[in-house]
């Protein structure tokens, strides 16, 4: 069955146009009290113009159109209120899911024509019809040369996907991104440049997902089949270094690592706190404290490794200078298996006790730290039942990486290759300005 959805105003031949041209079934006419005489009106009611004191020379659209009363709904709004036709609309059209669904929004006033087209455009059976030809003066489309014309709905959801696509993007909520781009591809839009899209921000999705890996790999996929901006190529680069230095920490630590390696170790670190900042922003502050444990906790563990401890199984010999109140206290921290394994404060503690830089700047802000740490100790994702509110965080957050600043500057490795905090970039939150390549 065709549906025929027309917002009523002062013009009637469009109405009647699009009438004999679909030939509905159906017609719901949405009007105001005052247009709705040039519906169903007795004798002559419609006029040229729509003006109020304009001469009525033609009779009613249902006579005009030849098209039975009974076939008919008429549907009063607020001419005033695009919220009221809006409503109605949408209603109506759910209402005939499996039906042809056409949505003439050439008459009415410019309320009824926001919301009748803001319904239409959101079901994708439905389609929307405007009445075009030439205007002989400023008021309204005239003449038997005027058309019916059904607009083109993809390019319309295209720019509404687009719009949410870099709004999502600019968020930092790229996995969203991805499913608008999955949307996008439905619509039958530029390929080439939806491939580019999507593995470039499955790129930054898999990095912000930890999958520094695949992520890499998408960069290099895009960056074949385009011409990346420096921006881009520093990210694939820096992608690239997250990944080689997932594959150094997951091979066989007892072997030789330069040092340089070891210093880029560190931007593990940087980026679980960049991670946290960005799960804050959707004022995520659970999943934001968990990470911040994990990268107050990552950084001990780097700084041990850069002397050659390694927390998980940690060598005996390391100890031998230590006084023997402190070996004792690490010996206690044997597995059934005879393996010293620290956490997060015996590894600071033995940072100071072996007098390393980053030991030395945890002297100084050891009780800061254990204090906000509290906030991820107690969490439901921890081992409480208290949620983690945004002062936490923000108290979390600013100790942590003044503490990661400080230590940053004080140990010499890290000084001498530039590797800090500070310098580590986070995800972009613009889609990049592209150029198609040849």
């Known amino acids: ?29 949405i009007c105001s009290s005052e247009s709705r005489i040039t519906v169903e009106g007795d004798g002559l009611v419609c006029a040229d113009s729509g003006h109020k004191n304009a001469p009525k020379i033609r009779p009613n659209i249902l006579i005009q159109a030849d098209y039975p009363k009974e076939q008919c709904r008429i549907i009063e709004v607020n001419p005033d209120d695009p919220y009221a036709t809006y409503f109605e609309a949408k209603r109506i059209i759910k209402e005939y899911e499996r039906h042809q ?25 439905c389609q929307t019809v405007l009445v075009k030809g030439p205007r002989v003066d ?28 870099r709004e999502m993007f600019e968020k930092q909520d790229y996995s969203a991104a991805l499913s608008i781009l999955d949307l996008l591809m439905v619509l039958g839009e530029d390929s080439k440049f939806l491939d580019r899209a999507t593995y470039l921000t499955r790129a930054f999705s898999c990095w912000d997902e930890f999958q520094y890996e695949q992520a890499h790999t998408n960069f290099e996929i895009y960056c074949k089949y385009s011409r990346p901006s420096q921006e881009i190529i520093a990210y694939k680069s820096t992608a690239k270094k997250l990944k080689t230095t997932m594959d150094t920490l997951t091979k066989d630590q007892s072997k030789d690592i330069s040092s340089k390696q070891l210093a880029e170790c560190n931007m593990l670190v940087y980026e679980i706190v960049r991670n946290a900042e960005r799960r804050a922003r959707f004022q995520q502050y659970d999943d934001a404290v968990a990470r911040l444990y994990r990268a107050t906790e990552m950084y001990a563990q780097m700084a041990l490794l850069r002397i050659g401890i390694v927390t998980a199984n940690v060598d005996d010999a390391k100890l031998t200078a230590l006084p023997t109140e402190r070996r004792e206290h690490y010996e206690r921290r044997r597995n059934p298996n005879g393996v010293i394994q620290i956490g997060l404060r015996d590894s600071y503690d033995l940072l100071e006790d072996l007098q390393q830089p980053v ?80």
């Not at 027309?6 to 006419?29: E, M, W």
């Not at 949505?103 to 994708?124: P, Q, R, V």
Request: with cysteine; proline share 4%.
């Open 1 to 29: 069955m065709r549906v025929l959805l027309a917002t009523v105003g002062g013009s009637d031949v469009p109405i009647v146009q699009s009438i004999q041209t679909l030939r509905p079934n159906l017609i719901f006419f």
């Open 101 to 125: 669904v056409y949505c003439n929004y050439t008459g009415g006033t410019k309320s009824m024509t926001a919301g009748l087209f803001a319904a239409s455009i959101e079901f994708d059976y």
């Open 138 to 165: 400023l008021d309204k489309v005239k003449g038997d040369v005027s058309r019916v014309e059904i607009l083109a709905r993809n390019m319309i959801l295209r720019n509404r996907y687009m719009n949410t696509f």
């Open 359 to 438: 030991g030395e700047v945890w002297s100084r802000y050891k009780n800061k730290i254990l204090h906000v740490i509290q906030s991820r100790n107690n969490s439901f994702l921890a081992h409480g039942f208290t949620p983690v509110k945004k002062q936490d965080y923000d108290a979390f957050h600013d100790t942590l990486c003044e503490f990661i600043r400080e230590c940053d500057t004080h140990d010499p490795i890290l000084v001498k290759y530039r590797i800090n905090l500070d310098a580590y970039q986070d995800l972009p939150t613009t889609y990049p300005a592209e150029e198609v390549s040849d």
